[in-house]
């Protein structure tokens, strides 16, 4: 089955900063990654997704890139603020429904 | 427009006793996944049901763990004669077709004692 990787396991950086996390995928069937953000005692919310006809995607301050021949995705996060301290997982699948998820990356904005 | 709602958030079980985890689905959707999580662990999935049929269980215990998702009403996750490893937090996600994205219920979170 497909195996995710993801690092770091935690982030921290200073507000305004910009967040890079970075996740690979073992199966090249993959063709779907998206990305959740999960805030203490809550459910994953869906930030951002891409399929793999294509290369980047950008909403606002979130961008993910899609590298197939390695296998790897990122998503990057600019101008960080205070409110996206989370914990990020990344997830990829063949389709939308059966998610591989990473292990989660906890990011912290130091104000 | 409500999103996945999950009851109960909290369950504290016995050992040996049943949980009954429900999900209700967006509006419109027809698609339900149930994904379990363990502290500072990703999310596994389960199993995904469209009314009234398990597509792919694959994920899912062979034994004590049942899902269904009937007609009416919402999606049950049964887990028969708890043991204390099935302490863990469960989301269900929903989704309008199986190629749509999916939405995460805010979870219940179980502890067998």
């Known amino acids: 089955g497909e195996n995710v990787e993801q690092h770091p396991s935690t982030l921290s950086v200073q507000e305004g900063d910009s967040a890079v996390i970075k996740c690979t995928y073992s199966?090249?069937?993959?063709?779907?990654f998206p990305w959740y953000k999960q805030e203490l005692g809550k459910g994953p919310q869906l930030i951002i997704d891409?399929?793999?006809?294509?290369g980047e995607k950008k909403d606002q301050r979130i961008a993910v890139t899609l590298n197939k021949t390695a296998k790897h995705f990122s998503l990057h996060i600019t101008e960080t603020q205070p409110e996206d301290s989370a914990v990020y997982f990344c997830?990829?699948?063949?389709?939308?429904?059966?998610?591989?998820f990473g292990t989660g990356t906890r990011l912290t904005v130091i104000p | 427009n409500a999103g996945v709602m999950q009851n109960p958030r909290h369950l504290v079980r016995r050992r040996g006793q049943e949980a009954r985890l429900r999900c209700s689905p967006m509006?419109?959707?027809?698609?339900v996944y149930w994904y379990r999580q363990l502290p500072e662990e990703g999310l596994k999935f389960m199993v995904y049901?469209?009314?009234?049929?398990?597509?792919?269980e694959s994920g899912m215990p062979k034994e004590r763990f049942s899902a269904e998702f009937p007609k009416e009403g919402p999606s049950i996750l049964r887990i028969q004669q708890v043991v204390r490893g099935d302490s863990a937090a469960y989301f269900c996600?929903?989704?309008?077709?199986?190629?749509?994205?999916?939405?995460f219920g805010n979870g219940t979170r179980l502890t067998v004692t």
């Open positions: 199966d090249s069937a993959s063709n779907y």
């Open positions: 509006k419109g959707h027809s698609h």
């Open positions: 997830a990829a699948s063949k389709g939308a429904n059966n998610l591989f």
């Open positions: 049901l469209q009314k009234e049929n398990i597509i792919d």
């Open positions: 996600a929903s989704s309008s077709d199986r190629n749509s994205p999916l939405h």
């Open positions: 891409i399929r793999s006809n294509v």
